[in-house]
């Protein structure tokens, strides 16, 4: 009996600790992810890794664009609770008024909304106070927002983003592979308090890269302030600059006036943001006879001193004269046509050259087709097939009409004649995540000896007392430059106007040009508007502070040649018109007013250099105690102070090498 | 002594109460006018004095053992039991710290930026040629321009320029 009793409890046990298994099994093995799921929705937290898009800086490390993560509070009205708890609790950690807060979640729960965002960008202990609260229908989200530090500077240059931060133009539009962050997501365990213990990283963010301009913030600076107040003071509707290193295509400012301020929010086709630089090409006018004198000392035998008949400054066409605003000038030398900027003389120089040339040339100089610069708003300009060209349209094209350039192409084209002969890339990327940027190879297209002769020519623009662009000489640096007034057409009345579009191209120093500056103010008005007048003075303004900016040792002796502000000149078509009132900077007596404070020179007499390698240069200059600064390499061909001037005590000589 | 209840009046043993004390008892209840007892009034607890002072255990010669081997399982069992539960334990702690150097690491990063961002604004040209007019600060003419710590170029040493 008692065995049998015995049998049956065992029996039971038996049962009993058979279910108990059955259910672990069942719980452990057959459902053990369905339960592991439903832990680590109860226990886990997906945390979401911030990617901040990339920061932008210029050359010399100055932010320029950034993005600041912030989190944003949002709520998931019909999982709440209590509408009037919530509210309470909301408006307390959050500092919100609790009864507009209370009625914006009661018309939400009404309408059956499933998010409502509650907060923008609060900090970070807000933040931290509602994710301990841990309730499932309370959430914080990561944002990020822009913000252009620098306010409108190189605003054109940056372009802007829209509210999901995805580029709009500029570089954030052109780079928006690079600098947009993927964000990562991390699983983190919680406590019941809603503390983490512990986390894994489930998908791991990308950051958007750091990207390096070339721009440098401090010429990017000058360019717009200058450039801003040559618009401003000729009535102009709208002006462009473009700096450039022309030995390897760096773009060190880009400016574009009238300019805007990238914080705030784009607002349809504002016409503000319209990059003048790249974006809307103009008739480029005289500044085009360089690429005509350039395609002549390539194709023709003329050389800067082959006379050229400028035809009394009317040239005849058939069906059309092309004139000289000033008539008068008969045979010239060619270096002079450039000087004075002759239509006529260019025209003829354009004869010799031949359309086939011409237009081979004008292609080759990279107009009609785009730099390639990073910025998907640029123009290619236009040059007409050649096969649609008419019969005097090599004229037009000789002297910078019938084809539309860029800002940045006419920097391009001049940096050809400054660098020996090269065309190179305009970019403005120099590092990703501080990797050097490849950059395409330069192309000859020119002979380095025309290049030279080019140089020359463009320097007699400044140098010489009737050429056209005086105004952009430089105290210390020799200049070389072309000026260009073209008139606007006006495309209604089919006729050109009395505005302008007023140029000016220069680079410096002409011994071994480190920067390149195109400035053009479209729609100055009359003669007051040529590009002499207008643009040449914020070339002289602009080139002046780069240089020093960047410690560009100066070519030419302190001393002002005062014999070049007594010269008389004549005025041609596009020459300055009121050249005699013209600020001469190397005449300008206040430069010399600190020079008499100082006592007199008490060193050494400055020997000649020139012609020495370094090593002689030095070991001379050692020798006498003096202290030589040197640029370059290769033969010493510039020396400042010049050989013979007796030297301020600590004085330095700066001797300019070239190979 | 006569007014304690019953069950703590200390009886000895050999004072036990006469056997016919119950039958007083129920023949009182028998008399109307005698009160019914309290509860439990019948019962008495005895107390005896023991003495063992001279029992002696006998001696067990495997207890000793017994104990040792209970003491040492027990032992082991703590062990194992604190060396499966402590890392575990010690890895939620470290977890905890690990968490909020976490947290604080991301605040630290946005609170970078944030300054970053700042000076970035601090460092802006328009806002350095504001304080430089405010200040009667102009820029450098030529000539004025003093480079400290030029770096050198080929085998010269340059400090300045004049």
């Not at chain 1, 309408?111 to 609060?122: E, P, S, T």
């Not at chain 1, 202990?125 to 509602?130: I, M």
């Not at chain 1, 290193?245 to 006036?257: D, H, I, K, R, T």
Request: hydrophobic share 40%.
């Amino acid at each position: 009996m008692g065995q049998r009793r015995l049998l049956t409890l065992a029996g039971i046990a038996a049962f009993w600790a058979a279910v108990v298994l059955y259910h672990l099994i069942s719980l452990q093995v057959f459902h053990h992810r369905y339960y592991v799921q439903l832990a680590r929705q109860h226990q886990e937290v997906p945390i979401e890794v911030p990617a901040p898009r990339g920061t932008l800086f210029d050359r010399n490390g100055q932010t320029l664009a950034m993005s600041v993560p912030t989190e944003s509070v949002y709520v998931n009205p019909l999982k709440l609770p209590d509408l009037g708890m919530a509210a309470d609790l909301l408006g307390r950690v959050l500092h919100l008024d609790r009864a507009q807060l209370f009625a914006t979640l009661k018309q939400a729960y009404d309408d059956h909304r499933g998010y409502l965002l509650i907060k923008h960008r609060v900090d970070f202990q807000e933040a931290e106070n509602l994710r301990g609260l841990a309730f499932d229908w309370i959430g914080v989200q990561h944002e990020s927002q822009r913000h252009y530090p620098k306010g409108d500077l190189a605003a054109h240059v940056l372009g802007g983003v829209d509210f999901s931060e995805t580029g709009t133009s500029g570089v954030e539009r052109a780079l928006e592979q690079d600098l947009h962050g993927v964000p990562g997501e991390m699983r983190l365990v919680t406590d019941v308090k809603g503390r983490g213990i512990e986390s894994q990283l489930a998908k791991p963010a990308r950051p958007g890269a750091a990207i390096t301009l070339t721009i440098d913030e401090r010429i990017q600076f000058v360019a717009e302030r200058e450039l801003e107040a040559a618009v401003i003071e000729h009535h102009a509707f709208a002006g462009s600059l473009v700096a450039m290193n022309p030995q390897n295509g760096e773009v060190l400012a880009m400016a574009s006036y009238p300019t805007y301020d990238p914080n705030q929010a784009l607002q349809g086709n504002d016409p503000r943001r319209i990059n003048h630089a790249v974006s809307l090409p103009f008739e480029p006018g005289s500044v085009f006879k360089v690429i005509t004198l350039s395609a002549a000392l390539e194709t023709t035998d003329l050389k800067p001193d082959s006379p050229i008949n400028c035809h009394g400054g009317a040239f005849t066409l058939p069906g059309r004269v092309i004139h000289d605003s000033h008539a008068g000038l008969g045979i010239i030398p060619m270096a002079d046509v450039l000087a004075r900027s002759s239509n006529s003389g260019a025209v003829e120089i354009g004869s010799h050259v031949g359309p086939e040339n011409l237009y081979k040339y004008v292609r080759r100089f990279g107009f009609g087709q785009k730099t390639g610069i990073e910025l998907k708003e640029e123009n290619r300009g236009r040059v007409w097939p050649f096969n649609r060209w008419r019969k005097t349209s090599w004229a037009s094209v000789s002297m910078g009409q019938e084809v539309g350039v860029t800002t940045l192409q006419l920097a391009q084209a001049a940096a050809v004649v400054a660098n020996g002969g090269f065309l190179i890339h305009p970019h403005l990327v120099l590092k990703k995540n501080d990797k050097p940027v490849p950059v395409a190879p330069p192309v000859r297209i020119l002979q380095p000896d025309n290049a030279i002769l080019m140089r020359s020519m463009m320097e007699g623009v400044v140098v010489l007392p009737y050429g056209t662009g005086r105004r952009a000489r430089l105290d210390g640096y020799s200049v070389g430059g072309k000026t260009g007034s073209a008139q606007i057409f006006d495309t209604q009345t089919k006729h050109y106007t009395h505005s302008y579009n007023g140029t000016f191209m220069g680079f410096a120093p002409l011994t071994n040009p480190a920067l390149v500056v195109v400035v053009t103010l479209n729609g100055t008005h009359g003669e007051g508007g040529f590009g002499g007048v207008v643009a040449a003075p914020v070339f002289h303004a602009v080139a002046s502070e780069a240089l020093r900016v960047m410690e560009v040792p100066r070519d030419l002796p302190d001393d002002k040649p005062h014999t070049l502000v007594a010269v008389a000149a004549n005025m041609d078509d596009l020459a300055d018109p009121d050249r005699a009132d013209t600020d001469n900077v190397l005449a300008d007596d206040d430069d010399d007013a600190p020079d008499a404070q100082v006592a007199a020179p008490s060193g050494p007499t400055v020997p000649n250099f020139k012609g020495m390698n370094m090593r002689a240069v030095l070991a001379q200059a050692a020798e006498m105690g003096i202290t030589v600064l040197p640029a370059g390499s290769g033969i010493a061909r510039v020396q400042n102070p010049p050989a013979g001037t007796p030297l301020y005590e600590g004085e330095r000589i700066r001797v300019q090498f070239v190979r | 002594m006569s007014t304690l209840p019953n069950p703590f009046r200390r009886t000895p043993i050999a004072h036990a109460a006469p056997a016919s004390a119950p039958h007083t008892r129920i023949h009182a209840a028998r008399d109307p006018y005698l009160l019914r007892p309290l509860p439990g009034e019948d019962l008495r607890i005895e107390f005896k004095t023991i003495n063992n002072s001279r029992l002696v255990r006998e001696p067990d010669p495997q207890a000793r053992g017994a104990c040792w081997s209970a003491i040492a399982a027990g032992a082991l069992c703590v062990v194992l039991l604190g060396g499966a539960l402590v890392p575990r334990l010690l890895n939620t702690l470290e977890g905890y710290k690990l968490e909020a150097l976490r947290v604080e690491n991301r605040r630290l990063l946005d609170e970078r930026r944030n300054l970053e961002l700042l000076e970035a604004e601090l460092t802006a040209p328009q806002r350095l040629q504001e304080l430089a007019k405010h200040q009667n600060m102009v820029v450098p003419q030529s000539g004025q321009v003093v480079h400290l710590n030029t770096p050198a170029s080929g085998d010269a040493t340059v400090a300045m320029l004049p």
